[in-house]
């Protein structure tokens, strides 16, 4: 690991053992509050201290009473720019909480703003251990180690060391269906994507960032729970779904989801991290990291679907052209 | 009140005040759990105490590690019979929680696997001071006024009372619009929703169970500030959009995406708080109280499309006519 990094993360996680944490707080904006959401889910699952996570603005506005010295608040922007999230960590700072903040960019404003900062490498020359979602894990169970040490954390730390080549080989995997799937879906306007538990950050990340922002398609992430309460009634036989079915604790929902949506819709695509070749990754651990390699798989189909439409990825009407 | 009522939510909030609450959960499905969600706002903003909120199955298989004898467990539903709520009930109270369940009726399996019961009423008949949000803001109010008393607290409890007045006056008020919106948009295959704060469960439940549930018409209920990280992509002059305007303290992220949002769709349905008749609700509290009305403002608007659309509302292809 580069030194930095190493010390980014030491003193990070010195300062929240130097505090009696009542609170911890996970806050960005759209795919980076998606990157977030699974370390909520293992901070629910692992520690006997509470847990939230919120996009930037409702934080600042909800003002949430807890909020203080004794709470953590964990912030990322890729570019370090997003204004909400630099509001947030100003926010979270003045009221004397903790503030780790992630970006891609080392001189930003929200490494700025937060008292202490993460980098995280970013391109075809970066090792998934040093990119996002590697410095994220390498942090939440870097804390968890250090406040409620198990062997288990220390294991996980080593495991993400080995990222780089579990994403290679899945993507390698699914190269093939991610290009049937570009081929076979190009010409939806509609597909909606269901997940649970710790991938539920997934569909939501490939619903807003990748379909509706990125390929102008129509979407909804659904929760595998709540897909029974009112969103299934809108199944159909052309009703496209794609279904996560994570690793972890949450997969029987996905595989009712599952069971239930391909009995009545035609166009049920899923992703299924049981399939996921996790070599490297210790067996216990597994499902706490299925939902990084599902993001890369997804990542995958959505390059397909956009040279099958021949609608870029890069491509934006509002974003970054026009004040909002 | 019913003394029944007077008793059940007396027993509920005493339970409460005997433990030394380290979090609440809030925790149903569909409908009944956005019905839930003003609440947990409330509680973020007013106390020192964490709230959460999760669907029934993800409450069960998540297994916070939080979860025990200084917790509290808020459930809902209707019938008292949907199996994830029962089984997070018995669950929460195998693990010592202290479990408060609402559900219209008293003969029901959710009543008798929580600890603590409190039924609603429900129908042509029934008081909105004694129907489900009622009496579930009769027992946030309560825990609150018990916990950390405060003459806000007493007053809100006073405010439950003159609910049905505040909404016969909406409904009425709100008759024309609801009618035009059902009119111009029976054709739409795919309504989008917005809102935030305490209002983003109305958006929600508009969403999963109005749309979706009962009239077969795609959406997604859109967190305001999320908006404008991904999903705002997908405005275009025909994309229709119902955005909540809300009157507490996120309003201005509703203001930012209705000021956005009516520059690029001709289709934008605005439901302003700040246009309800809210005598009766005292100034400072109507934040507070706005979802409620909001809800039974867009019943109405739902109650239109299904009559201009031919499609009642009882409608159902799935839910209820087979096992799932």
């Known amino acids: 690991m580069k030194k930095e990094h190493v010390k980014q993360l030491e003193e990070a996680i010195k300062a929240v053992k130097e505090i009696d944490v009542k609170k911890f707080y996970f806050v960005a904006c759209g795919g980076s509050m998606a990157l977030l959401q699974p370390a909520h889910y293992i901070f629910d699952r692992e520690i006997d201290i509470s847990a939230a996570i919120y996009s930037s603005n409702e934080f600042i506005h909800r003002n949430p009473k807890i909020l203080g010295k004794d709470t953590v608040v964990i912030l990322c922007s890729h570019s370090g720019n997003t204004p909400e999230t630099v509001r947030a960590a100003e926010f979270a700072r003045e009221k004397g909480a903790v503030t780790i903040a992630f970006s891609n960019l080392e001189e930003s404003p929200l490494l700025k703003a937060a008292e202490y900062g993460i980098t995280y490498d970013y391109g075809k020359e ?3 251990s040093e990119s996002n979602n590697g410095m994220l894990y390498r942090l939440v169970f870097g804390i ?3 406040l409620a040490p198990k062997e288990k954390y220390a294991r996980a730390l080593k495991c ?3 990222l780089q080549g579990v994403y290679d080989r899945n993507k390698s995997n699914t190269k093939g269906a991610a290009s049937e799937f570009g081929k076979k879906y190009k010409r939806e306007k509609l597909v909606y994507t269901l997940g649970s538990g710790a991938y539920y950050g997934v569909a939501y990340s490939f619903t807003s960032c990748l379909l509706m922002e990125m ?6 992430a659904i ?3 709540e897909y029974f309460h009112g969103p299934f009634e809108i199944t159909d036989y052309d009703v496209p779904f794609i279904i996560i079915k994570g690793l972890g604790e949450t997969r029987p929902l996905d ?3 599952h069971a239930f949506c391909q009995k009545f819709s035609e166009k049920v695509v899923v992703i299924d991290a049981e399939t996921f070749d996790m070599e490297g990754i210790d067996k216990d651990l597994r499902g706490y990291f299925g939902p990084l390699v599902a993001g890369v798989v997804l990542r995958q189909y959505a390059d397909h679907i956009s040279e099958h439409k021949g609608h870029p990825l890069s491509v934006r009407r509002y974003m970054w052209k026009m004040e909002y």
């Open 126 to 128: 970066a090792l998934a």
């Open 144 to 146: 968890l180690n250090s």
């Open 160 to 162: 993400v060391d080995n």
């Open 215 to 220: 390929l102008w398609i129509n979407s909804n």
């Open 223 to 225: 929760h595998s729970g």
């Open 255 to 257: 595989e009712r989801t």
